[in-house]
């Protein structure tokens, strides 16, 4: 890889948040479409709807969870970018400069969701790290750059 990690700089808590919104707009049409395609067929299979349904809720909920980990396990390896991430000139690697593999990324998705449980402490941790590293960052073994103006 071409990238110099060493003299790499960390995205600011701005830049990490426009990045984290953009992805959210993306994630909750995809999250809607799935929604359809569970409350739908469900709604016809059995007359009812499955938010009164104890089981069909909670499994709706799990699968919601594992789209969100696809789409940022996918991007984070293919290109280390989410669409968010590339608006804002950001990529995922590990801590050598090399792209992040499957259990990284995975590593640092579920780092991510710990840091967000606390109030998002995990995310704001970087306003005092002196690398601008967050709990996901530190706890992963991977980080964000800043890249250069194209």
């Given at each position: 890889?071409?990238?110099?990690?060493?003299?790499?700089?960390?995205?600011?808590?701005?830049r990490r948040l426009g990045a984290i919104?953009?992805?959210?707009?993306?994630?909750?049409?995809?999250?809607?479409?799935?929604?359809?395609?569970v409350a739908i067929p469900y709604g016809?299979?059995?007359?009812?709807?499955?938010?009164?349904?104890?089981?069909?809720?909670?499994?709706?909920?799990?699968?919601?969870?594992?789209?969100?980990?696809?789409?940022?396990?996918?991007?984070?390896?293919?290109?280390?970018?989410?669409?968010?991430?590339?608006?804002?000139?950001?990529?995922?690697?590990?801590?050598?400069?090399?792209?992040?593999?499957?259990?990284?990324?995975?590593?640092?998705?579920?780092?991510?969701?710990?840091?967000l449980l606390p109030g998002g402490m995990?995310?704001?941790?970087?306003?005092?790290?002196?690398?601008?590293?967050?709990?996901?960052?530190?706890?992963?073994?991977?980080?964000?750059?800043?890249?250069?103006?194209?």
């Amino acid at each position: 890889m071409d990238f110099d990690i060493t003299r790499a700089q960390s995205p600011s808590l701005l830049r990490r948040l426009g990045a984290i919104f953009y992805d959210s707009l993306l994630l909750v049409g995809i999250l809607m479409i799935v929604t359809g395609l569970v409350a739908i067929p469900y709604g016809l299979i059995t007359g009812g709807n499955y938010y009164e349904n104890a089981m069909a809720i909670n499994l709706l909920r799990l699968l919601m969870v594992l789209v969100v980990a696809a789409f940022f396990i996918y991007f984070w390896t293919h290109g280390g970018q989410t669409l968010g991430m590339r608006a804002w000139r950001i990529r995922a690697l590990d801590g050598n400069g090399e792209p992040l593999t499957f259990h990284s990324a995975l590593r640092r998705f579920i780092w991510a969701c710990i840091g967000l449980l606390p109030g998002g402490m995990g995310l704001l941790w970087c306003l005092f790290d002196r690398n601008k590293f967050a709990w996901h960052d530190q706890h992963s073994r991977t980080r964000l750059v800043l890249l250069a103006k194209q």
